[in-house]
Nanobody, 123 residues
Framework: VQLQASGGGLVQAGGSLRLSCLAS????????MGWFRQAPGKEREFVAA???????TYANSVKGRFTISRDNAKNTVYLQMNSLKPEDTAVYYC??????????????????WGQGTQVTVSS
């Protein structure tokens, strides 16, 4: 299984970015998918997750600004990030969980991880 995250970059505060994560597994539609992030000097933290049927959950810090979605026909999960803040600066990772009925915030539940994409928000 391979997860390829892309879409990161440098953006000014208040701007937007859309991250994509292309997955290699043929049964992508059965997986739960999540986005996590790790800022310099900090532990990795949950951002958003989506289950196989499209149910989602978000960290309080991004609720109302970020939207997770999936396109099963393209084996891709997205993270639309609006109203970005400097504190959103981090490496963003996508992850996949085999048992996709629940959108989970706990990283230990995830089976596969992508390589990360850098998001930098300038003030």
């Amino acid at each position: 299984v391979q997860l390829q995250a892309s879409g990161g970059g440098l953006v000014q505060a208040g701007g937007s970015l859309r991250l994509s994560c292309l997955a290699s597994m043929r049964t992508f539609r059965t997986y739960g998918m999540g986005w996590f992030r790790q800022a310099p000097g900090k532990e990795r933290e949950f951002v958003a997750a989506i289950n196989w049927s499209g149910g989602s959950t978000y960290a309080n810090s991004v609720k109302g600004r970020f939207t997770i979605s999936r396109d099963n026909a393209k084996n891709t999960v997205y993270l639309q990030m609006n109203s970005l803040k400097p504190e959103d600066t981090a490496v963003y990772y996508c992850a996949a969980e085999k048992h996709g009925a629940t959108a989970r915030a706990m990283e230990e539940k995830y089976d596969y991880w992508g390589q990360g994409t850098q998001v930098t928000v300038s003030s």
